[in-house]
């Protein structure tokens, strides 16, 4: 071998060796940024499944929230309708008293209701028909022990039972659907307590 060959030999094997050696660098250097973009993948699915997670909680808890809030709403609309429909049949448990029952009752509200002094008594039409014969002075009897007096007009008003007082153009609606009305909050109030004592 010549000088020269072997000088190209020697060029060519300190080619190899320096080519060598970059691919060799070149491949440690990709695999470490294989395994550290492998890494961040890693850390950026865990983060993304932390994330998913808690989103999923997030909107497990809301739901579950509205579902709550919409059966107290449900349970609320029902027992607000059932304390109605009570209300309501005690009112008309007043109505479908005996004619005797009936007129007692309505003494009795009448001494609740009339003021000490003269006034007159109207009642509904159907009320007015079957008044009982002694039933002013009944009434003037009940209601004397406080001062007042009361005769039965010959008018009538447009009430579904009770009465109505009236004093020189003043009137007292003491008819049912105005005393329950007036007293709706309290009588719901005691009849959520008397039907829902547990809740």
């Known amino acids: 071998m010549t000088g020269l060959d072997k000088i190209i030999q020697d060029i060519v094997s300190e080619s ?4 060598n050696a970059q691919l060799e660098k ?3 250097q990709a695999e470490e940024i294989r395994l550290k973009v492998e890494r ?12 998913a997670e808690q ?3 997030m909107i497990r808890e809301r739901a579950e929230s509205a579902a709550a809030l919409r059966t107290r709403k449900a349970v609320l609309g029902a027992k607000q309708q059932l304390i109605a429909e009570i209300i309501d049949k005690a009112k008309q448990s007043l109505y479908a008293l005996p004619e005797d029952e009936y007129f007692k009752l309505i003494l009795k509200m009448a ?3 009339a003021p000490p002094r003269a006034g007159e008594i109207l009642f509904s039409p ?3 028909k079957r008044l009982p014969a002694d039933f002013e002075k ?4 009940a209601v004397g022990e406080k001062g007042a007096s009361l005769r039965v007009s010959g008018q009538t008003r447009s009430i579904d039972g009770g009465f109505v007082l009236s004093y020189g153009g003043i009137e007292e609606n003491c008819s049912f659907s105005a005393l329950f009305d007036a007293r709706r909050d309290e009588l719901q109030d005691k009849v959520n307590r008397l039907v829902f004592a547990g809740g």
């Open 55 to 57: 989103e999923a909680a």
């Open 26 to 28: 070149a491949r440690a």
């Open 111 to 113: 001494v609740k209701y």
């Open 40 to 51: 961040e993948a890693a850390e950026q699915c865990a983060a993304a499944g932390r994330r």
């Open 16 to 19: 190899d060796s320096a080519v």
């Open 126 to 128: 159907a009320d007015r």
């Open 138 to 141: 009944a009434l003037n009897e």
